[in-house]
């Protein structure tokens, strides 16, 4: 009931832009993620999915504008899903970013135009895969694990990614709207790049530079192993 309610207040004809922050203890991150969203996009819809922060991620958010849903369950795949379910949004585009400032919002208007421009792309994602990326903004350790998954994610899925587990997406919304994810955790990406496949359109993907997270990182070995696990379930 609260999550309806708090929704109740979403300006949804202001923007083509819904963007989806799923957050846990990003205090540090949430600010200048919300606000440099604000800077390249016009009036966007920014929900924060919070998963129970103990930190002021909440009060950011809000002091910078966002609306807050308060999470129900625990993952970024729940988060996900949350935001989708509980959104009356009516606009055209669903932007993903992680709210840690990892990744650049001023991708995000070109990643929309390649959705203007061709109607057979349903998803744009950003790719951080380049020279720069485990010197700059992700550790060696992390890029060879996320290499090593893609791997797997284009053998088995047969969906041909350089970076298919990219936290940042720009997708149709009448696309996404009807989608119910089963993900719960980090999996969610690789059942995303699956469903927006399985509709019969293409993934776009467009270089970003990738910057060194703000706050503590939360991926370990054990999602390591349910992304593995879901890129499995998602080919059988």
Not at 85 to 98: C, E, L, N, P, Q
Not at 170 to 176: A, K, Q, T, Y
């Amino acid at each position: 009931m609260e999550s309806t309610e708090v929704l109740m207040g979403l300006e949804t004809n202001q923007d083509p832009f819904l963007v989806l922050l799923a957050a846990l203890n990003e205090e540090k991150g949430i600010g200048p993620t919300i606000e440099e969203l604000k800077r390249f996009l016009r009036n966007p819809t920014l929900l924060v999915i919070d998963g129970r922060s103990i930190d002021k991620t909440i009060a950011i958010a809000r002091n910078f504008g966002a609306k807050i849903l308060k999470q129900s369950g625990r993952g970024k795949g729940d988060a996900i899903a949350q935001g989708i379910r509980f959104s009356d949004f009516d606009g055209k585009y669903v932007a993903m970013i992680d709210a840690d400032y990892t990744y650049p919002a001023s991708a995000i208007p070109e990643m929309a135009k390649i959705l203007d421009d061709n109607p057979d792309v349903g998803m744009v994602s950003g790719n951080r895969f380049n020279r720069q990326c485990y010197r700059n903004g992700m550790k060696k350790i992390f890029f060879l694990g996320n290499k090593i998954l893609a791997s797997f994610h284009n053998f088995f899925n047969g969906v041909h990614l350089d970076d298919p587990l990219s936290g940042l997406r720009v997708i149709r919304w009448d696309i996404l709207r009807n989608w119910r994810p089963k993900s719960l955790g980090f999996d969610i990406e690789v059942e995303l790049n699956h469903f927006i496949e399985s509709q019969r359109l293409k993934i776009v993907e467009v270089p970003i530079e990738l910057r060194p997270r703000l706050g503590e990182k939360k991926l370990n070995i054990f999602d390591g192993l349910l992304i593995l696990k879901r890129i499995i379930t998602e080919t059988f």
